[in-house]
Structures are given as C-alpha cells and as structure tokens.
C-alpha cells in the first residue's frame, strides 16, 4: 500500500499549532496552561478560517477575548517583530536589565504560559520606549479586535484604557527621546542606544514619515 503524503500546514497557523502542543506538554506535567491553550486555538481556528475564505473567515472572526498576559504576550510579539527582533535578542536585552531571562523565557510570556511580573512589564517597557499601559491594553486592529475577559463581561479597549489611567487620561507616546526610559535602561550620555525601542520607533518613523518620540531638550518625561 502506497504511503501517504502529508501536507505541512500552513505558515500561518503553524505557530498557533507549536503554542497548542507547547500548553499541552506543559498541562500534562501539571503546570497551569490552560489560559495559553485558549488563546491559540482560539487563532489557530481564525487563522484556518480566514485561509479558507478570507472574506468570509475575517468577518465572522473579529473579536477575541483574552487575559492580561494574553494581551501582554500578543502586544510584546507585535513591538519584537515591529522592531525586526528575535525572542533570543529580546531575552539578552532583558537579561542586561537585570532579568534572568532565556529565549524560551520569551516564549514562555509571548505565549501567555508564564506570568509576567510588574517589574519585568517594566523592564520591556523600558525596552521598547513605550509606557507600560500600551502593553496592557488590547488590540483594536482591524478584524482582529481583542476583549479583555472579565467575570462580569468582556472589555473594550477603551474600557481598559480608562480604567487603567482614569477618565480623560491621555496616553503619551513615549520614543527614543523619552528619558525616564533611557534612564530606566541605564544608557550613559553618548552611548548608542541598545534597545529595541531604537529599531521600533526608526521603523515607524520611516514608515510614517512622522516625528516619534521628540521631546524637547531638558524636558523631563
């Protein structure tokens, strides 16, 4: 009898597919994945419809509910690959802040199947020159909208939003020339900037054409 053939899936699942296996080996030793499980099945199976019929597929999948360190992992992916890093590249810069940090650390967190503490949300933080309010706020990108999940329901972005810095707060941007965070990274005056944030906020400036991260000379943000 003739051996079958077996078709790899598709580049856009297959990571969703390797975070499955990853919680599953990990429930199986006991340890708590079931949040990270959720989650990529939950993309696994928009991704999977969204090949299947792409127009039908990103209309029916447009919300996903998720944790803090759901929201966290997603929103550290999304600045790493912005920044053009690797997961091991990130883990060094962490590990230079002071934090024991491994590739499969960065996995770990991306993956939402390890908590990350205040001090480290900091740290990357501190890393990416973004406030640490953007990396717990969920996403409203087109057709991929997250929730925040909540036990009496699901919240919006803007929900967490005012909830995190009160009513009419306003987010500041943050940038290369945000001091409390170069301060944070213990870079000396004149040393080059070692931290993604200097290939994230490069790459959105050229991308833009605007202005990111300019504050004024002695201006304490």
């Known amino acids: 009898m003739p051996a079958r053939s077996r078709t790899s899936p ?3 699942i297959q990571p969703y597919l390797t975070q499955i296996g990853d919680a599953l080996t990990g429930m199986a030793k006991g340890e708590d994945h079931q949040g990270a499980l959720y989650g990529a099945l939950d993309r696994a199976m ?16 447009t919300t996903f509910e998720a944790s803090f360190g759901q929201i966290i992992g997603e929103n550290v992916k999304a600045l790493r690959e912005e920044a053009g890093w690797t997961q091991a590249q990130l883990a060094e810069a962490m ?10 650390t960065m996995a770990e967190a991306e993956a939402a199947s390890r908590r990350v503490t205040y001090e480290e949300l900091v740290g990357l933080a501190v890393l990416f020159g973004v406030p640490v309010v953007e990396l717990l706020i969920p996403s409203e990108a087109p057709n991929d909208t997250t929730l925040l999940a909540w036990n009496t329901g699901d919240l919006t972005a803007s929900t967490v939003l005012e909830l995190l810095i009160g009513s009419g707060g306003a ?10 965070a170069a301060r944070a990274a213990g870079r000396p005056r004149g040393m080059k900037d070692w931290r993604p ?14 202005q990111y991260g300019t504050d004024a000379p002695g201006k304490e943000s």
């Open 171 to 180: 987010l500041g941007r943050g940038g290369l020339a945000w001091r409390a």
């Open 10 to 12: 598709p580049p856009e």
């Open 197 to 210: 944030a200097a290939d994230l906020w490069r790459t959105r400036r050229s991308s833009s054409g605007a």
């Open 46 to 61: 928009r991704a999977a419809a969204s090949l299947a019929n792409p127009v039908a597929g990103m209309s029916r999948w």
């Open 95 to 104: 590990t230079r802040l002071g934090f024991d940090w491994k590739r499969i």
